[in-house]
T-cell receptor
């Protein structure tokens, strides 16, 4: 099946610094990638949808200047958390949807756990 | 608009007994429905999916789900629980529209008692 990777799997940073998380589709081309965050013991909340070569579409309440998303190629999307604060600590998960095959299916990455001190 | 409701936040079963995790959905369009499992501190793994083919869907690890349009339900079942099934389970709905927004249920934590 289709594989999506995320890097890093775990990151700890100081308050005020920026953190970049990468999401890669390893064996397929992803025209659309999605970024989610998950707070402890809660469900996944969609943050934004990114299409290759265009600006991301952010969900209501998500600050686009704080969570920068770049989808520069069909296999890579990045999420940068700028000026991170402790309340940004969360589990961030990306997913990717391919250009062919099962149009509705998203393939999820393993997640990145961000801890801001 | 679409939504998905997982009726139980926590389900506890004994090892070897059946599992039932309930999910109801609402969607303005023909939905696609998925069940994902998440083990602690892990990402999501697809268990099974319904995309307008057979209404009884078989997935991995002995799980299956039945799409019932009249009841707007997509309950997940397994005949016999195993200790390794203990995890969080998410029901997910999307639809065959141009903008395929995915909506997650709030999750059901399955506990398996030895």
């Amino acid at each position: 099946g289709a594989v999506v990777s995320q890097h890093p799997s775990r990151v700890i940073c100081k308050s005020g610094t920026s953190v970049k998380i990468e999401c890669r589709s390893l064996d397929f081309q992803a025209t659309t990638m999605f970024w989610y965050r998950q707070f402890p013991k809660q469900s996944l909340m969609l943050m934004a949808t990114s299409n290759e070569g265009s600006k991301a579409t952010y969900e209501q309440g998500v600050e686009k200047d704080k969570f920068l998303i770049n989808h520069a190629s069909l296999t890579l999307s990045t999420l940068t958390v700028t000026s991170a604060h402790p309340e940004d600590s969360s589990f961030y998960i990306c997913s990717a949807r391919g250009t062919s095959g099962s149009y509705n299916e998203q393939f999820f990455g393993p997640g990145t756990r961000l801890t801001v001190l | 608009a679409q939504s998905v409701t997982q009726l139980d936040s926590h389900v506890s079963v004994s090892e070897g007994t059946p599992v039932l995790l309930r999910c109801n959905y609402s969607s303005s369009y023909s939905p696609s429905l998925f069940w994902y499992v998440q083990h602690p501190n892990k990402g999501l793994q697809l268990l099974l999916k319904y995309t307008s083919a057979a209404t009884l869907v078989k997935g991995i690890n002995g799980f299956e789900a039945e799409f019932k349009k009249s009841e707007t339900s997509f309950h997940l079942t397994k005949p016999s629980a195993h200790m390794s099934d203990a995890a969080e389970y998410f029901c997910v709905v999307t639809y065959s529209g141009g903008y395929q927004k995915v909506t997650f249920g709030t999750g059901t934590k399955l506990q398996v008692i030895p």
